[in-house]
T-cell receptor
Framework: RKEVEQDPGPFNVPEGATVAFNCTYS??????FFWYRQDCRKEPKLLMS???SGNEDGRFTAQLNRASQYISLLIRDSKLSDSATYLC????????????FGTGTSLTVIP | DTGVSQDPRHKITKRGQNVTFRCDPI?????LYWYRQTLGQGPEFLTY????????KSRLLSDRFSAERPKGSFSTLEIQRTEQGDSAMYLC?????????????FGSGTQLSVL
């Protein structure tokens, strides 16, 4: 079983739409969670950390459900510039110091 | 803060040749990671250093792969006797803070093509 699983998409949404991505992780002892954004042929860049209480950064909201081992990312009022691949990342601290990445979810925002 | 720097950006080599990549982490970041990414996949962990000590290696890192960080600053990743399956983007990342607040900052990567 993979450490982190994501729906690869693609998600094609019109500008202004709200879109949500989900991610599940297998290690219940995981302690740190993140969403990274990766543009085509570029490196991953940190979008936001995910906290148990949920957190928001502008149009982006991240949620963590430890009981279900589930992480989500909500993007409101989608912009063309949001088109990218969104990677769910979990730090499996008790199995070493590895950061485990999902395969990514592809988003295209259409004019 | 100049960011993580990787060199070269692209490398084309013939099967059986050796290649070496370099990574310069963000200044004062004591942790350095190497990842490999193929098309349609997320980055896969290869190895990580804390200062000059290599603390963890993935089973993906066969004996043809070796990484060093001799002075706890820059790191090199060498692949010997390259195979076509080694073709991938090799990403380096660094971090400063250990524990729950640790976050990875990536370089632009080295795209390796083995012909």
């Amino acid at each position: 079983r993979k450490e982190v699983e994501q729906d690869p998409g693609p998600f094609n949404v019109p500008e202004g739409a709200t879109v949500a991505f989900n991610c599940t992780y297998s290690n219940s002892a995981s302690q740190s969670f993140f969403w990274y954004r990766q543009d085509c042929r570029k490196e991953p860049k940190l979008l936001m950390s995910v906290y148990s209480s949920g957190n928001e950064d502008g149009r982006f909201t991240a949620q963590l459900n430890r009981a279900s081992q589930y992480i989500s990312l909500l993007i409101r009022d989608s912009k063309l510039s949001d088109s990218a691949t969104y990677l769910c990342v979990v730090n499996g601290r008790n199995t070493g110091n590895q950061f485990y990445f999902g395969t990514g979810t592809s988003l295209t925002v259409i004019p | 803060d100049t960011g993580v720097s990787q060199d070269p950006r692209h490398k084309i080599t013939k099967r059986g040749q050796n290649v070496t990549f370099r990574c310069d982490p963000i200044s004062e970041h004591n942790r350095l990671y190497w990842y490999r990414q193929t098309l349609g996949q997320g980055p896969e962990f290869l190895t990580y250093f804390q200062n000059e000590a290599q603390l963890e290696k993935s089973r993906l890192l066969s004996d043809r792969f070796s990484a060093e960080r001799p002075k706890g600053s820059f790191s090199t990743l060498e692949i010997q006797r390259t195979e076509q399956g080694d073709s991938a983007m090799y990403l380096c990342a660094s971090s400063r803070e250990a524990g729950l607040n640790e976050k990875l900052f990536f370089g632009s990567g080295t795209q390796l093509s083995v012909l």
